[in-house]
């Protein structure tokens, strides 16, 4: 099966800088990569997603690049703000398989200072 | 209205005790799954249900059985709890088009404890 693998476990910046996550999987069928913020205390919420035929994508400070041949694919956060501090989650899925289940990275615990 | 929903939001048992957690979606979702979240953060797929049939059943000890009724819950019961039972589940649902799964809403998860 899947195996995604989520780098750093944990990451502090200043406010204002950026934060980079990254992850890798192992399974050249996965096609769908999404970004999962988990504030503490609260539910898993999409931040972010990426399907197999794109390379980068961006939601204002937010952004993902895919390298499909090195199977990494990372998240980007640039002008980070105190609320940015939350688990990041990676994950990727095939989902044309076993109807998407998503195999998730451990997480990355982003704080951000003040 | 909250779309996935789970009750109870907090729960405190003995071990050996049976207990029950209820999800619900009214997203129309016709996928619904249980993850169970341990102290790490470590999010660990345990059952999906697609129209009410398992699709998924990952390593977990057969003291955990879901149950759907219909497309819209997925209620887990857990007979004689232990203590590493204690994590937080999170129920989520998503919908499949043409048998490929789409983006995962998660409820508010519940916190069990089991002492």
């Known amino acids: 099966g899947e195996n995604v693998e989520q780098h750093p476990s944990t990451l502090s910046v200043q406010e204002g800088d950026s934060a980079v996550i990254k992850c890798t999987y192992s399974d050249s069928a996965s096609n769908y990569f999404p970004w999962y913020k988990q504030e503490l205390g609260k539910r898993p919420q999409l931040i972010i997603d990426i399907r197999s035929n794109v390379g980068e994508k961006k939601d204002q400070r937010i952004a993902v690049t895919l390298n499909k041949t090195a199977k990494h694919f990372s998240l980007h956060i640039t002008e980070t703000q105190p609320e940015d501090s939350a688990v990041y989650f990676c994950a990727a899925s095939n989902r044309g398989s076993t109807l998407g289940r998503l195999y998730f990275g451990r997480g990355t615990q982003l704080t951000v200072w003040p | 209205d909250t779309a996935v929903s789970q009750t109870p939001k907090y729960l405190v048992t003995q071990m050996g005790n049976d207990k029950s957690i209820k999800c619900e979606q009214n997203?129309?979702?016709?996928?619904m799954y249980w993850y169970k979240q341990d102290s790490k953060k470590f999010l660990k797929i345990m059952f999906s249900y697609n129209n009410k049939e398992l699709i998924i059943n990952e390593t977990v000890p057969n003291r955990f059985s879901p149950k759907s009724p219909d497309k819209a819950h997925l209620n887990l019961h857990i007979n004689s709890l232990e203590l590493g039972d204690s994590a937080v589940y999170f129920c989520a649902s998503s919908h499949s088009d043409r048998g490929t799964a789409g983006i995962q809403y998660f409820g508010a998860g519940t916190r069990l404890s089991v002492l």
């Open positions: 997203l129309g979702h016709d996928t």
